[in-house]
């Protein structure tokens, strides 16, 4: 008789250099289950589901009392017999889908490459359990999908990609770290569906998420994680509704959509408010009017990826942008900042001309004017800042192209830090040097550096820990009160929009479905695909249903080639 499936963890730590990452770390996952580790980055994650796998890291430390699946000893396992077990019986889903794929070939060959390096089949049959693969992951039209490039497919095609090669040979255990991370709404709850089946079919699954909804769907148990020693396990249901610890209380007290608009997130001030934001009567910053944009594809084929977008934007409010992946939401960013000319349509920004099509096409000189009062932060600033720069050098350029004297840059680099809550020290080191709340505070720094009226704000917060995106929604939300900022809020995140947001524009497909006060819209969303944006969100134990729902349609990509650079646009 077969040993049970079964994984045991007793005891695990792990170390780098002497210095513990994981201590003394117990845990159980029975066939049919799913447990999650969920805590913020640096608590231990991510290394402990490696260490599962022989994949720690160089250097890693690994012990434990007891390290074992299927009753197989884990710790006893040499390198050949790592290789043979990782796909075999543990499948492993990496975060970044577009990182963990080759680049350079198809992900069809991607996922053959598991089956031929175990032996699996002939090549008949590798070929037509690849196509199979792709089709129990709802990838549509897999026989072309197969043949693409990673670049070549949107973000929930590239995961679902990337999840079909961890299932190509049935294991019996799947490990997925942050597997809906920065995935819109829609695009998450297929995957989450996907998730949903491995435990279903009898097989268990440990996921690693900072995302608690997320983890309140999939999980049976889930175990709390804090600078490497567990705080709090047990049934989800029990931790997530009762929480005993108070690490795991600021975890839930800090998602933005379990708080009223305009009350503070961050666990120090936690529920308490923000100040007014300005009326709806406050004067025009901006205003678009029947926004568009077409591209031609490889096919040779132009595609309308923004089509008569119109919206105005008040001082000291948010618009929120929402949609997902290729709704035109960031190409009407860029249009807006001057970087990308629209062939239909117009932008006046502080009642003067600032973009347009044909005969209203204005001049990057003219615009040169009014430059310093607008402004943008980005996703990821880590690939927006130069890593040979310090903190202090990347906000003294923003300072030198707002026309800042050098003789008052010093003063005001050590005025921005104090801004975004940083510590003057901070100037002299480089952005590797940081964490990840860090280097968004200085985006936010060098963003505000000019004195804009207007910031653009494009997915700010979705590579953050919930516990620091609460900080920088809390600090975003200071700093307007204070400098009277109004911000273009894009996300794909619906508890942030709602949370942050005055107004909402729903896109779909470059077009405006829907727009209204953020109230409004979630309360009672009239258009059929806002409700269903709306009910793919996750939610926790307690805040509404969690049932994930089904792709609006299936999805399709193609890649775009602009100003030098790809564009990947799902359509």
């Known amino acids: 008789m077969s040993e049970p499936k079964r994984l045991i963890v007793e005891g695990l730590s792990i170390e780098f250099a002497g210095q513990s990452v994981v201590r003394d770390l117990s845990f159980t996952l029975e066939p049919g289950k799913t447990l999650a580790l969920v805590g913020e980055s640096g608590s231990g994650k991510s290394v402990t589901a490696r260490s599962l796998i022989g994949l720690a890291g160089e250097g890693a430390r690994v012990t434990a009392r007891r390290l074992s699946y299927a009753g197989r000893d884990l710790l006893a396992l040499s390198e050949r017999g790592w290789r043979d077990l990782r796909g075999r019986e543990i499948g492993f889903v990496l975060q970044d889908a577009l990182v963990s794929l080759d680049p350079l070939r198809p992900v069809g060959k991607e996922i053959l490459e598991v089956l031929q390096t175990h032996g699996w089949g002939d090549r008949v049959s590798r070929g037509q359990r690849v196509i199979e693969l792709l089709e129990t992951v709802g990838v549509p039209d897999p026989r072309l999908r197969a043949r693409q490039r990673p670049d070549q497919l949107s973000g929930g095609l590239r995961q679902r990609a990337l999840i079909a090669s961890a299932l190509a040979l049935s294991p019996g255990l799947v490990i997925a770290d942050e597997p809906t991370t920065a995935l819109d709404a829609t695009v998450q709850a297929q995957i989450l569906g996907v998730l949903q089946q491995i435990r279903q079919r009898g097989d268990s699954l440990l996921i690693i998420s900072h995302d608690l909804a997320v983890v309140a769907q999939l999980a ?218 860090q280097r968004q505070r200085v985006a936010i720094a060098r963003a505000i550096a000019s004195n804009p009226k207007v910031i653009i704000c494009d997915e700010p917060v979705s590579a953050l820990d919930v516990s620091v995106q609460a900080q920088v929604l809390d600090l975003l939300a200071d700093l307007q009160a204070s400098l009277g900022l109004a911000y273009l809020f894009i996300s794909h995140d619906l508890g942030v929009i709602r949370h942050v947001s005055d107004e909402v524009l729903v896109m779909r497909h470059g077009k405006v479905v829907e727009t209204a006060p953020v109230e409004t819209l979630f309360d009672s969303p009239q258009h059929e695909y806002t409700r269903r944006l709306l009910g793919a969100v996750p939610r926790l134990p307690g805040a509404g249903a969690t049932r994930v729902v089904p792709p609006v349609e299936p999805e399709s990509a193609v890649l775009l080639f602009d100003e030098s650079r790809l564009w990947k646009i799902a359509i």
């Open 220 to 437: 049976d148990e889930v175990l709390v994680l804090r600078h490497g020693e567990v705080v709090e396990q047990g049934p989800i249901e029990q931790v997530l509704r009762n929480p005993r610890h108070a690490y795991t209380r600021s975890l839930l007290d800090a998602v933005p959509a379990e708080h009223a608009r305009g009350t503070r997130l961050s666990s120090a001030q936690s529920g308490s408010s923000v100040q007014a934001r300005a009326g709806a009567d406050a004067p025009v910053l901006l205003k678009a009017t029947g926004l568009g944009k077409r591209y031609v594809g490889p096919d040779q084929q132009a595609r309308q990826v923004v089509d008569g977008v119109s919206f105005e934007l008040r001082a000291g409010r948010t618009l929120g942008i929402v949609g997902e992946s290729g709704s035109g939401k960031t190409t009407v960013a860029r249009i807006v900042l001057g970087l990308l000319e629209p062939d239909a349509g117009a932008v006046q920004f502080l009642n003067v001309p600032w973009t347009g099509a044909g005969s209203g096409r204005v001049e990057e000189k003219t615009r040169r004017l009014h430059r310093r009062d607008i402004s943008v932060i980005y996703q990821d600033p880590l690939s927006s800042f130069d890593p040979r720069w310090s903190v202090g050098q990347i906000l003294a350029d923003a300072l030198d192209v707002a026309g800042i004297a050098f003789e008052q840059q010093r003063a005001r680099i050590a005025q921005l830090l104090h801004e975004v809550r940083l510590p003057v020290e901070l100037s002299t080191r480089r952005p590797l040097q940081l964490s990840g709340g």
